[in-house]
Antibody
């Protein structure tokens, strides 16, 4: 059974960079796209971006100038960096796997709350 | 971006009820639609993909239908474990976008 677990600081200061890592167990990064999805308090889910095992990326244009993703196949991890954060970036951040040949998300982490505050 | 609008935003129902949630897309997305179940502190769960394909392991009381711009998720007989928030997601084009969610509450 594939499992995903997000990790990273729960508190980030305004203007700094939010950094999260997703560790995948029970499966390989190979042959899949891997995604980040955010959910601000009381709001719907927002797709942030995706990266595949070869390093190809797709980002939400609304965040593209501030987002970068990477992966480490040796550790079975992929990561998110979101720069110049503001209070509006306070959210639960999820990592997820993209179904092969579809762009639905079949496995998700439980999410991690990141608060942007000084 | 394709806007996804769900209705209702909140739904009160009893165990055993038939429940229907609607998701409308701002433009045609063919059948490229998924449904998810969310509970606090738990990983979101994929229920339906390609509008009507049931994800492996998901109970058959869940079903999806629709194409183009209008879609529905139906729970044929609501069970205690089904009280949760349900969200739709289109993947016809980037950026991927989600509906605002429908919270199914106990009546």
């Amino acid at each position: 059974q594939v499992q995903l677990q997000e990790s990273g600081p729960g508190l980030v200061k305004p203007s700094e960079t939010l950094s999260l890592t997703c560790t995948v167990s029970g499966g390989s990064l190979t042959n899949y796209y891997w995604s980040w999805v955010g959910q601000s308090p009381g709001k719907g889910l927002e797709w942030i971006g995706s990266i595949d095992y070869r390093g190809n990326t797709n980002y939400n244009p609304s965040l593209k100038s501030r987002v970068s993703t990477s992966l480490d196949t040796s550790k079975n991890q992929f990561s998110l960096k979101l720069s110049s954060v503001t209070a509006a970036d306070t959210a639960v951040y999820y990592c997820a796997r993209v179904i092969s040949a579809e762009w639905a998300l079949d496995y998700w982490g439980q999410g991690t709350l990141v608060t942007v505050s000084s | 971006d394709i806007q996804m609008t769900q209705s209702p935003s909140t739904l009160s129902a009893s165990v055993g009820d038939r429940v229907t949630i609607t998701c409308r897309a701002s433009e045609s997305i063919s059948s490229w639609l998924a449904w998810y179940q969310q509970k606090p502190g738990i990983a979101p769960k994929l229920l339906i993909y390609k509008a009507s394909s049931l994800e492996s392991g998901v109970p058959s009381r869940f079903s999806g239908s629709g194409s183009g711009t209008e879609f529905t998720l139906t729970i044929s007989s609501l069970q205690p474990d089904d009280f949760a928030t349900y969200s739709c997601q289109q993947y016809n084009s980037f950026p991927l976008t989600f509906g605002g969610g429908t919270k199914v509450e106990i009546k």
